[in-house]
């Protein structure tokens, strides 16, 4: 499966973004698609995941409560819906598909999208 994300960019603190994850090749539904971020310096880390054919979705106690995960099976697309955005918010979004159950391991991910900037800032 090939991904490719999309939608960063620039926004305040507080604001919104939704990032997208186009799949192709092979239905989203087969996989667990999961989002993680890298920040300048930091190691890359996971923060979301969903899983369609368990109904399982996972996020990191960082972001609960302000990033929703959903699926549009009919575009074969993940997205991560972003609001109350905070400056440790700010890093390079990647969305990764596996065939094992939702994880925030990086191994057990075999394909990446190519990451889109997110910058909180004022």
């Known amino acids: 499966v090939q991904l490719q994300a999309s939608g960063g960019g620039l926004v305040q603190p507080g604001g919104s973004l939704m990032l997208s994850c186009v799949a192709s090749?092979?239905?989203?539904?087969?996989?667990?698609i999961a989002w993680f971020r890298q920040a300048p310096g930091e190691e890359r880390e996971g923060i979301s995941c969903i899983r369609e054919r368990d109904h399982s979705t996972r996020l990191v106690d960082s972001v609960k409560g302000r990033f929703t995960l959903s699926t549009d099976n009919a575009k074969n697309t993940v997205y991560l819906q972003m609001s109350d955005l905070k400056p440790e918010d700010t890093a390079v979004y990647y969305c990764?598909?596996?065939?094992?159950?939702?994880?925030?391991?990086?191994?057990?991910?075999?394909?990446w999208g190519q990451g889109t900037l997110v910058t909180v800032s004022s």
């Open positions: 090749g092979e239905d989203l539904d087969l996989y667990s």
């Open positions: 990764a598909a596996g065939i094992y159950p939702c994880t925030f391991s990086k191994g057990a991910y075999d394909s």
